[in-house]
């Protein structure tokens, strides 16, 4: 079964840090793009961060505090968040479109999510 499974959401002050894993299962991840998504109640879901084989994307939003990775011996993505703020609390979601560059093109399959909340 093709899944994505994110973990690593939680809640932390303004400044801190968190890292958000993304596990895949029923595939090769380090095949195919893949990329981070936030999205906040009332508002679509957008854009945060992309990783393919020889490229990595990020939103201006987030652009020298995030760094996304990955082990493909874990067949995990990761995204390093740093320098917090409120701004960024949202549900992250993990999700690939099949392709093998970013940015994702129509998204295939999405992860459940995993909230981070941003405050003091």
């Known amino acids: 079964q093709v899944q994505l499974v994110e973990s690593g959401g939680g809640l932390v002050q303004p400044g801190e840090s968190l890292r958000l894993s993304c596990a895949a299962s029923?595939?090769?991840?380090?095949?195919?793009?893949i990329g981070w998504f936030r999205q906040v109640p009332e508002k679509d879901r957008e854009g945060v961060s992309c990783?393919?084989?020889?490229?990595?994307y990020y939103a201006d939003s987030v652009k020298g505090r995030f760094t996304i990775s990955r082990d493909n011996a874990k067949n995990t993505v990761y995204l390093q968040m740093n320098n917090l703020r409120a701004e960024d609390t949202a549900v992250y979601y993990c999700?690939?479109?099949?392709?093998?560059?970013?940015?994702?093109?129509?998204?295939?399959?999405w992860g459940q999510g995993t909230l981070v909340t941003v405050s003091s």
């Open positions: 999700a690939t479109s099949w392709g093998s560059s970013c940015p994702l093109g129509y998204i295939e399959v």
């Open positions: 990783i393919s084989s020889s490229d990595t």
């Open positions: 029923g595939f090769t991840l380090d095949d195919y793009a």
